[in-house]
């Protein structure tokens, strides 16, 4: 099949309000969507600024999934009739393309593609790769050390998954480092502009000669929503 500006194949990344873990489960399943990975999350913003805006918490569902370039543009307009993703500390969501899949799990979503009636809406999001998803690996713990250097270069919030490292011997051959079980994985979406400085940031306080023993890297996002009032921006409460 010849790749096109629609059916090419993009990961989507949501991140949720944790209230709203249900409905967004009620929503995949209404959305029949294929495949989808759910994990619970952890958000930097204070727990009184949530308390201020009288909605949310810290507590975050994360999923990612697998869509048609033309599925996730209309899922994501989807996510913004069901929730209000204008409303700071609802949820944000992003689409990163994928350079290559499995032949089977592309045969189902190009099929769950053609049996979708899709409107022709249109949606206003983010220009393409105006946004990074910056990932970075650390040991457990320094999530709050990395929002810290992440702020100092402009970011406005992250989000923090537990994760398990595992690591070989040419890592300590290499590198002299030993790398421990228990990870923090901090997911932060920022703009273009400040994408290096505030992955130079966090190198410099976690990096991998600090006892953070930090990786860090960058994903170019096709597509991004509710990133026009994230709650961390609200500094001053």
Do not use: W
């Amino acid at each position: 099949m010849m790749e096109t500006a629609d059916n090419r194949l993009e990961a989507l990344i949501t991140i949720m309000d944790y209230s709203l873990n249900e409905q967004l489960v009620e929503l995949f399943e209404e959305y029949d969507i294929p495949v989808a990975l759910l994990t619970p999350g952890s958000g930097s913003a204070k727990s009184s600024i949530y308390e201020i805006l009288g909605y949310g918490g810290p507590k975050k569902v994360i999923s990612i999934t697998p869509l048609t370039s033309r599925m996730a543009k209309d899922f994501m307009g989807q996510l913004c009739k069901r929730f209000n993703l204008s409303k700071p500390g609802t949820g944000i969501a992003c689409t990163i393309r994928l350079s290559s899949i499995t032949s089977t799990l592309a045969k189902i979503l190009h099929q769950a593609d053609e049996n979708k009636e899709i409107g022709s809406e249109e949606m206003t999001v983010a220009p393409t790769e105006q946004y990074h998803l910056i990932v970075s690996i650390v040991n457990t713990g320094q999530f709050d050390q990395v929002m810290e250097a992440a702020k100092k270069a402009g970011a406005t919030g992250g989000t923090l998954v537990h994760a398990r490292g595992l690591g070989s011997k040419e890592a300590i051959k290499y590198l002299g480092i030993t790398i421990q079980p228990e990870k923090d994985l901090v997911l932060i979406l920022a703009p273009e502009s400040k994408k290096l400085a505030i992955m130079e940031s966090i190198k410099k306080e976690v990096g991998l000669t600090t006892p953070g023993m930090g990786i860090c890297f960058s994903l170019p996002v096709s597509s991004a929503i509710g990133v026009e009032s994230p709650v961390e921006n609200f500094n001053e409460l």
